[in-house]
């Protein structure tokens, strides 16, 4: 039972003393959060990873965050994900070996441009390695609009992966909108990579399941129902959806969009239900509610994560096995890092 298992867990946290760190996803479920040193968005995280000493980083959320956590840690430092099931669709649809063909056709198509690729931390490591190599580099969703003024300072065009909402949001931001294509190289219907490359910023055609879910009526609802709601969501979400709602932020932003609420405000919130439903125990002052009610998805590859892999994984380390290492081959670790610190330096 969960209070068998929170003492098993505790156990082997105490065993493992200072050499133990766990970090985990917004994302994750109450059972996976309560037992993590630092819970926070993907920068956040990706931060406490790079400032870790402990020898085990224990990661409670996706592959693609587990494995930035082992680029950015030391050699000597081991990174586990409970699950390796935990692979986020999104990431998956920008494939480093199709965006590479990509980039041949769209750097031919437009020889005289500089384009710089921008990846967002959704991403597999051998992607962000590419972004490195073709000088580019690594975004999350707090800091999307600082690295591609930052890619604009360097060149004249961006190709944005794989999530094609966030850097549609993110052109806007930057009075950009003017000049976006999205961009799906296979489609036999779709634009060329001459005309995508006549537009500053390029889109590849990534989304994620979770955010594409909210729709405009999903805000008039609940605007219906709450005539004093406020609306903050994920940029994630569809264009449409940001711009009806009151405020957008990664993770981070929309958990402190509640912790500065008056009290007796209400608030719906745009993201996966595992967050939400985090805000609403922690913030019982404030009136959370889904935006979507009941139709809020939780992300099937966070949920992968179940606190019984958790204990065992930390059970087997006491035990001294070290079970579910995330590795990443050391060239593309190096390459990788390279995009990844031109993020966090700016
Ligand atoms: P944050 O970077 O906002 O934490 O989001 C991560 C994520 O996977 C959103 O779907
Ligand atoms: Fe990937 Fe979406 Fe899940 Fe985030 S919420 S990990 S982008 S599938």
């Keep these: 039972d969960e209070d068998e298992r929170t003492e098993r867990i505790e ?6 003393g200072d050499d133990l760190v766990i970090l985990g996803h917004n994302y994750q479920r109450r059972e996976i959060v309560e037992h993590a040193d630092f819970v926070g968005d993907s920068y956040q995280l990706s931060v406490e990873a790079a400032e870790a ?3 085990y980083v224990v990661f409670g959320g996706v592959t693609f965050m587990a494995e930035s956590a082992d680029i950015i840690t030391d050699d000597d430092q081991t990174v586990i994900l409970p699950s390796m099931e935990a692979s986020c669709p999104m990431a998956g649809m920008a494939e480093a070996l199709q965006v590479d063909a990509a980039w041949a056709e769209i750097t031919a198509a437009a020889p005289d441009a500089d384009i710089v690729p921008v990846t967002y931390m959704n991403s597999y490591a051998d992607l962000k390695a590419f972004c490195a190599e073709q000088g580019g580099a690594v975004c999350t969703s707090s800091n999307a609009h600082e690295v591609f003024e930052w890619a604009f300072d360097r060149g004249d065009k961006v190709l944005f992966l794989p999530d094609k909402h966030l850097g549609e949001n993110t052109a806007h931001r930057l009075g950009m909108a003017d000049s976006v294509a999205e961009w799906d190289p296979w489609d036999p219907e779709g634009k060329s990579a001459a005309e995508v490359a006549e537009s500053d910023i390029v889109l590849w055609d990534g989304y994620c399941q979770v955010h594409e879910r909210f729709r405009v009526d999903h805000v008039e609802r609940i605007r219906d129902e709450y005539p004093d709601a406020k609306v903050v969501v994920h940029p994630e979400c569809r264009r449409e959806v940001v711009e009806a709602a009151d405020r957008a932020g990664s993770t981070a932003t929309i958990t ?3 912790e500065e609420a008056d009290p007796g405000e209400t608030w719906a919130i745009g993201t996966e239900i595992h967050l939400t439903n985090h805000l609403q125990r922690w913030h019982p002052e404030v009136n ?3 935006l979507c009610g009941e139709a809020c998805m939780d992300c099937n590859a966070m949920r992968q994560i179940d606190p019984n892999y958790l204990t065992w994984v930390l059970e087997e380390l006491v035990a ?8 990443v081959a050391p060239r593309e670790a190096e390459l990788a890092n390279v995009a990844m610190e031109r993020m966090l330096e700016i």
Excluded: H, Q
């Design 288 to 290: 959370v509610v889904p």
């Design 320 to 327: 001294g096995r070290e079970r579910n290492v995330i590795e």
């Design 11 to 16: 156990a082997a946290k105490r065993e493992l």
């Design 53 to 55: 000493d402990a020898e």
């Design 256 to 258: 402190r969009t509640i």
